[in-house]
């Protein structure tokens, strides 16, 4: 159990064009979920903490106008990649904790390879 | 400062060697500890969980928790190439808090 996917597992776009990726716990629901973000040889970067039904809380420095993500379901979240450009270039792992996990462990997905042209 | 520390490494250990990975923490309310491990170009996975002082045991790991001294680590048995990665702790967050990681260290198991 706890498995997390995300889709798509890579994308490749155009700068200025925008680019959805989403997050689903398939067989547990998920009442907080994560989004990282992680450069070639860099630690990964919490960008932001998303619970359902609610805004997510962004981290300092994230911009939350160009990061847009939504936490429709216990089961879905979505990151929105908006006017990407080349610098936005990463690899974005969404995580989920489990809800009513004694030890709130999160789960991650296997990531989203964003190329921008 | 930082909330947890990793030494980067790399660590290299020869095969069948015993590794061992070591992380410290600055809040003492921190109470137990995951470890995660990456492979290159993937995402973490949850290998070990500890909670109590002392050690524990899953097959070929064993995580070690001192809260006295403030650090947690984890041994890796008999390495095997295949356990080249990276690895990184984290202090387990009350509530569905962010997890707060170490940089990590990067283990590099050579036949």
């Known amino acids: 159990g706890a498995v997390v996917s995300q889709h798509p597992s890579w994308v490749i776009c155009k700068s200025g064009t925008s680019v959805k990726i989403e997050c689903r716990s398939l067989d547990f629901q998920a009442t907080t979920m994560f989004w990282y973000r992680q450069f070639p040889k860099q630690s990964l970067m919490l960008m932001a903490t998303?619970?359902?039904?609610?805004?997510?809380?962004?981290e300092q420095g994230v911009e939350k106008d160009k990061f847009l993500i939504n936490h429709a379901s216990l089961t879905l979240s979505t990151l929105t990649v908006t006017s990407a450009h080349p610098e936005d270039s990463s690899f974005y792992i969404c995580?989920?904790?489990?809800?009513?996990?004694?030890?709130?462990?999160?789960?991650f997905g296997p990531g989203t390879r964003l190329t921008v042209l | 400062q930082k909330e947890v520390e990793q030494n980067s490494g790399p660590l290299s250990v020869p095969e069948g060697a015993i590794a061992s990975l070591n992380c410290t923490y600055s809040?003492?309310?921190?109470?137990?500890f995951f470890w995660y491990r990456q492979y290159s170009g993937k995402s973490p996975e949850l290998i070990m969980f500890?909670?109590?002082?002392g050690d524990k045991e899953d097959g070929r790991f064993t995580a070690q928790l001192n809260k006295a001294s403030q650090y947690v680590s984890l041994l890796i048995r008999d390495s095997q190439p295949s356990d080249s990665a990276t690895y990184l702790c984290a202090p387990a967050p009350g509530g569905y808090n962010k997890l707060i990681f170490g940089a990590g260290t990067r283990l590099a198991v050579h036949p």
């Open positions: 809040d003492r309310g921190s109470q137990s």
């Open positions: 995580s989920a904790s489990r809800q009513g996990s004694s030890y709130n462990e999160q789960f």
């Open positions: 998303s619970n359902e039904g609610s805004k997510a809380t962004y």
């Open positions: 500890i909670y109590s002082n």
